[in-house]
T-cell receptor
Framework: GAVVSQHPSRVICKSGTSVKIECRSL??????MFWYRQFPKQSLMLMAT?????????EQGVEKDKFLINHASLTLSTLTVTSAHPEDSSFYIC?????????????FGNGTRLTVT | RKEVEQDPGPFNVPEGATVAFNCTYS??????FFWYRQDCRKEPKLLMS???SGNEDGRFTAQLNRASQYISLLIRDSKLSDSATYLC???????????FGAGTRLTVKP
């Protein structure tokens, strides 16, 4: 079945540094990928929609200059958390749909647990 | 009003019970519907798509009511392993607009 690979699965960084998270669709092409954040015991929150070859669309309240998204190819989107702070510590998850579309579902990466110290 | 709303939960049921979740959506242009389950500290995983005529997969039955704009998930003979958060996802295919419910937490107890 369709697989989305997310890397790294866990990262610990110091406050002020930047962290890049990769999301790859392994056996399908995705013109659109989605990035979410989830705090403990809370629901998934859509952060942004990543569009191949164009700018990402950010949800209200998400700072585009802090969460840089690059969707350079049909199989790769990256999220960079710039100048990370402890409050950015969270579980970040990406998802993607097959560009063939139709009623194909979303497939999720295995998530990245970010801890900022 | 949220675009996708789910039963708030949590649902705590004994093993063997039947439990049903509902999810309402506001966008009448929505075309595709899914149920996902998410285990603690894990990513959501597709449980089943929801088809217009309703569909069943073992102990799980999904239904769609377009007129009333809701989908449902029925779990029969619940198992301890069914304990998870269940998310409904509603999608407008043409613009890749996908919306999630906040999730309903289910705990099945022995």
């Amino acid at each position: 079945g369709a697989v989305v690979s997310q890397h790294p699965s866990r990262v610990i960084c110091k406050s002020g540094t930047s962290v890049k998270i990769e999301c790859r669709s392994l056996d399908f092409q995705a013109t659109t990928m989605f990035w979410y954040r989830q705090f403990p015991k809370q629901s998934l929150m859509l952060m942004a929609t990543s569009n191949e070859g164009s700018k990402a669309t950010y949800e209200q309240g998400v700072e585009k200059d802090k969460f840089l998204i690059n969707h350079a190819s049909l199989t790769l989107s990256t999220l960079t958390v710039t100048s990370a702070h402890p409050e950015d510590s969270s579980f970040y998850i990406c998802s993607a749909r097959d560009r063939q579309g139709g009623n194909s579902p979303l497939h999720f990466g295995n998530g990245t647990r970010l801890t900022v110290t | 009003r949220k675009e996708v709303e789910q039963d708030p939960g949590p649902f705590n049921v004994p093993e063997g019970a039947t439990v049903a979740f509902n999810c309402t959506y506001s966008n009448s242009a929505s075309q595709s519907f899914f149920w996902y389950r998410q285990d603690c500290r894990k990513e959501p995983k597709l449980l089943m798509s929801v088809y217009s005529s309703g569909n069943e997969d073992g102990r799980f039955t999904a239904q769609l009511n377009r007129a009333s704009q809701y989908i449902s998930l029925l779990i029969r003979d619940s198992k301890l392993s069914d304990s998870a958060t269940y998310l409904c996802v509603v999608m407008v295919v043409n613009n890749n607009d996908m919306r999630f419910g906040a999730g309903t937490r289910l705990t099945v107890k022995p």
